[in-house]
């Protein structure tokens, strides 16, 4: 397998990136997981190192897991409760970065976010030696706990795994296969864990392969000459648009298709004027070609246009277009004469409007799009691009005072609010921070209430809950606080000898494990 | 001779200093870079980012935080990547110089030679015809950029041809080492090679031309030729050791910048990870200590060079020596 360069640690605690996110899978287990498979069967958490899905009582509050027994790790050593509590300590004792996020409603997990090395996590993790039980009691309910408990973040680990971050040195887990050795500057190589035995098909499936080699340091392109010449099987980054008409005719069987749990979208600042007008956020909605913008991202085949903020296949999506020529479930066509129509309303024609965007290719285009059509429609706007290193950390600094930007969220796990509470809730807008995901600065206290109440719902009730998401996502949309444009696909060119590829939803990876060579 | 070396060194340190000052106040100054935010990942809660900003030393006042860095870096070595955290950020280099030396080293003896091949040649036959047609592909590979040069190699024998018997021995990128597979190693790197090579003979054979044309009007020259001595004599004994020196200077500048990372773009075309390669991805992900340490590599290699330079010209150029 080869990838442009090294992913960061290895430490799956602390590691936030795709690239090993994507690998994590068949080496760590948590106590629940998503089912390893392919297509919206991915979406099904199912108990990993848990016997049984747990047990929730205490409304929503306590979580009862048994752990199975007969686990061992690649060094050989048993898993017990003692490494489950020890895991969840060490989030936070190594400042994981979801620490603060996602598992803050542990009992004491507040203490452990204010002194990290002294967390204990006292009544929040507690394990039943003799009963092989872990009990995890939250301070308020939280209707994704299950999703957060399935990502590598969770990993469960030895005990006395350091409680520092690993870096380049590997840390045994309990899947099928086993870290042998990291050298960002050169490979990550991985291998069979000799003392794996499958204990559920679903969570944990066997591999096929033996040995994982994953090269760093080839552009794509070179990834793709090395794949059509038999020297590697997979590879990570995405194929250039140059390479996609060569592999689409000459390799078809092994060009992989997959719709992602993503949109690219230009994020409003609504603090800031024109945007801080409703009129002026919905006529720009209305002005846009999501046509002439999918063409940007490479057609048809590669992206779907979108007017809504869940992607399809996500809990609570239901298909609708507010701002378009004939509202109603799909996007048809832009609507030039309401847009300027909408702009003289709002008073604000004539307004100067900077667009941030990367420098890559797709956002810079999309940006002088848009750069046009503001224009067209009254304004006075100029594009300006930056390095897509600092770019999203430029644009969620509201010291930057940034009006609007194109970028793009691929959620962490499949949870509606993993989009609509992380891009527009009150609580992810933190003014003068470069983590600050709620880019628009968007604060509407009925809508927040009302995803507070759509995920305590969803403890109990996931299709109840997904309906009240439904309305959420649209009522949002009603306020354009963001505008969405499309849903990405993701392209995977695999070698003519790989086979049974699967693409899971869930974590917008190939279950790896899954698959095998010629 | 050592108050000369001594000199040097204090040169280099300074050079060093200086550099080092500039990109971290580079590095903070650029707004949207907070390393806090990017080591502790996407929406990270405050709380998160204060502990990140206290575990690496970011919270504390900006002349404190470079001394930190620097003793990390030179004293206990210990200094680690922001990005592939564990990383040691000295032992990454020293790992990856081979790659750059091996890479460097091979271009060198393609385009020494090839550019005294050039030159000598191009001067014997002066105005003729082998000295156009010399000049002509000379300035052609002079005027093609690397990147494209290595991405159009790239095509052709990766890719377009890499079935062929032409290409079909070529191994797929990346670098193997010398002492691993000597064979493997040559592979890698021939085409890697020649096109780093290719803009550097041009230029050195076109400066050494003009040079050696240049010397042939001094007095020297015409004493030797009186002298009865012969025409090729003349040309390699005489003409073309005084015109070394300009190319002497231009290898050593070309040489230590290569060495220290100059030879990026091959290296990212060839997947080849040396130096170039890492300065390249820490730029990429604004990994502040793997720069500075490149930077300090890259300026010691400069300023080494050009010590050695100074040096070489005492050996050349008799004149110099009473200096």
Redesign the interface.
Known sequence: MVAKSAGGTIDPQINYAPLYWSYYGGIYDGLVTFRKAGGVDSLVIVPDLAEAMPGVENAGKTYVFKLRKGIKFSNGKDLTTDDVVASFQRIFKVSSPTSGTWYKDIVGAKACLAKPAECTLEGGVVADKSNWTITINLTAPDGEFLDKLSMPHASILPAETVARDVGIDPIPGTGPYAFESYDPNKALIWARNPHFKEWSAEAQPDGYVDRFELDFGLTADAQVNAIINDQADVMFDQPPASRLAELGTKFPNQVHLDPQLAFWYLPLNVNLAPFDNLKARQALAHAIDLKAVINFFGGRNLATPTCQILPPGMQGYKSFCLHTKDPGSKWTAPDLEKAKQLVDESGTKGQAITILTEDGEISRNIGSYLQSLLNQIGYNANIKSISGNIHYGYIQNTNNKVQISVTQWYADYPAASDFLNVLLGCGSFREGSDSSPNISGFCDKDLQARMDKALAVGITDQAAAGELWAAIDQDMMQQVPLIPLFNPKQVTFVSKRMGNFQFSKATNTWAYTLGWVQ | MLAALLQRVAQMLFVMFGISVLVFLIFFA?????P???I??????????I??RH?FGLDRPLPVQYAVMMKKLFVTQDL??F?????KVVP?IV??APVTLSLVFGAALFWVIGGLAVGILAAAYRDGIVDRVLMILSLTGVAIPVFWLG?MT?LVS??RL?DTLLFSWVP???YVPLWVDPVGWFKALLLPWLTLSLGFIGIYGRVLRANIVETYQEDFIRTARAKGISETRVLLRHALRMSLVPFVTMFGLDFGALVGGGALVTE??F???GVG??TY?SL???DLPVIMASVMYASFFVVLANAVVDMTYAVLDPRTRSH
Do not use: F, M, W
């Open positions: 650029t707004p949207g870079s907070d806090a935010a990017r502790a990942g996407k929406n990270a809660a405050p709380e998160t980012l502990a990140v575990d680690v990547s990005v592939n955290r564990g990383l990454a790992e990856a991405e790239n990766q890719n890499h797929a990128l990346g990212v075309i997947g080849l990870n390669k890492l991805d990429q992900s604004l």
